[in-house]
């Protein structure tokens, strides 16, 4: 979607102030809370995802101006920000609230047990603790999660195909949230018979992404899996051009990384994601509880090459690979 596309699906819902979308509404308008967890307001793939999500309101029959109003913010990778802007939008009292990435779900959470809330782009909600059943989460939350463990196990796949000299990969990732510990035990297990030692890269800001990617290049064989989270997805652009710099093949988790210079992306496709995420947005404005809603698995996955970094890694693509990509950018 371009910016032009964007601009004209939200300057019918849309004021003047940055950090919300508001309408102009009737009385009767229903009010819906939104924390974009992990992109900045100028974010062109958050636009989209926000786009997507709100399209989908809109084939719902929900229309901003006529029968609904937003409240969006937009968190970045800025915890305390996450923090103000949960408190902001729970004093706000909306029928739901809608958030996005482990973090802003998680203080969302702290701020409230009472209103229904719908995620998306998250990993493992159960591990996390989020709920203990993915069929019937019960309490106030359900919604759209983004992988199982083994995805861990797959990322190394992948690596080792289209970079077959890699035997040292890191996992960059917050070592404080347990699905990415669940990630990389999966990834562990899976390591050994592809001739591959696993370590976590623990990072919680640019300083340390530099300081993980610098350190993974000093011996040969070196590679990354980069794990999604609001500091990963907030510094793609810095990753992949460390990436490059220091010559390292990378796995990444959704196509902006590829599109923006990253080797390889295998992950769920994230605009239908959201647009999913509003059919139990939709559907708690109807009555339903979230607790009865089943949390949801991605549906659609994709595979996204970059040749470019490729041929300046000195890697050729194997066919396999090149029959099964969604896209392959030149």
Not at 90 to 111: K, Y
Request: hydrophobic share 45%; glycine share 8%; proline share 6%.
């Amino acid at each position: 979607m371009n910016r032009r596309a964007f601009v004209t699906l939200i300057s019918a819902a849309a004021a003047a102030r940055p950090l919300a979308v508001h309408a102009q509404q009737s009385d009767k308008a229903r009010l819906i809370g939104v924390l974009m967890g992990g992109y900045a307001s100028t974010d062109i793939a958050g636009q989209a995802n926000l786009a997507a999500f709100l399209n989908a309101l809109q084939g719902l029959g929900w229309t901003p101006g006529h029968n609904v109003r937003l409240e969006v913010r937009w968190v970045g990778d800025d915890l305390e920000r996450a923090k103000a802007y949960a408190a902001e939008l729970v004093a706000l009292a909306p029928e739901v609230i809608f958030c996005s990435t482990t973090p802003v779900v998680a203080v969302t959470l702290r701020s409230t047990r009472r209103i229904p809330i719908v995620f998306a782009q998250i990993a493992d909600p159960v591990s996390i603790g989020f709920v203990t059943n993915m069929a019937r989460p019960g309490g106030n939350v359900t919604g759209f999660s983004l992988y199982e463990p083994a995805i861990g196990g797959k990322w190394l796949e992948v690596l080792k195909e289209i970079a077959p000299r890699v035997s040292r990969v890191a996992f960059m990732l917050i070592p404080e949230v347990a699905s990415y510990a669940a990630i990389l035990r999966a990834a562990e297990a899976a390591a050994p018979p592809l001739g591959i030692t696993v370590s976590a890269a623990g990072v919680h800001d640019a300083r340390e992404i530099e300081h993980a990617i610098t350190t993974l290049a000093g011996d040969a064989g070196g590679g990354l899996v980069v794990c999604p989270s609001p500091v990963t997805n907030g510094n793609h652009r810095l990753i992949v051009e460390l990436a490059a710099r220091h010559q390292l093949p990378g796995v990444y988790p959704f196509r902006y990384y590829a599109s923006s210079g990253g080797l390889i992306s295998y992950g769920p496709h994230l605009t239908d994601e959201y647009r999913r995420a509003a059919s139990y947005v939709d559907r708690v404005l109807r009555g339903e509880k979230p607790g009865d809603l089943p949390i949801q698995q991605p549906t659609k996955w994709e595979v996204v090459i970059n040749s470019k970094t490729a041929k300046a890694l000195g890697l050729e693509i194997p066919n396999t690979l090149l029959v099964t990509a969604d896209e392959v950018i030149e």
